[in-house]
């Protein structure tokens, strides 16, 4: 069964991060330049929130507040939940739905950012896998062309 450490193998090695004390203007403006949709909020090498559209939309928007004024500390999420490297498939899979969140961090065993998994990762590796069963069974019932 594939791993955490399997999918960030084969995404782009770019990890998206922001500072805390950032505006939200210059985070959401990130997300959009990088088209994800969470930052993961670092401060001396350690992930100390995760800023998603999530938090925008209702930290900021539904708030009226000023994403110019704000700093990315002041409306992100604190209380992360990260996987390591070794998380399989199904387990992160559990964790995203079960907390209901769509962006989960990987980290080492110091806590040091590996890289992030979306739950659009984990969807394109469960099609992949099926299409893959799919032309197997077909070869099985109908012969190789």
């Not at 969807?123 to 099985?140: R, V």
């Amino acid at each position: 069964m594939p791993n955490m450490q399997d999918i960030l193998s084969a995404k782009a090695s770019a990890i998206h991060t922001i500072r805390p004390e950032a505006t939200v203007l210059e985070a959401t403006r990130k997300m959009t330049q990088h088209k994800v949709g969470a930052l993961v909020v670092m401060q001396d090498n350690q992930v100390v929130g995760i800023f998603t559209e999530r938090d925008v939309l209702r930290r900021v928007v539904v708030q009226e507040l000023d994403p110019t004024a704000l700093c990315v500390a002041e409306v992100m999420t604190c209380q992360v939940i990260c996987a390591d490297a070794d998380t399989d498939l199904e387990e992160a899979a559990s964790i995203m739905k079960t907390r209901r969140i769509r962006h989960l961090p990987i980290c080492d065993i110091d806590g040091a950012l590996l890289g992030m998994i979306s739950i659009g990762d984990l969807n394109a590796l469960y099609a992949t896998a099926q299409e893959q069963t799919i032309h197997f069974l077909n070869d099985y019932i109908y012969g190789r062309v």
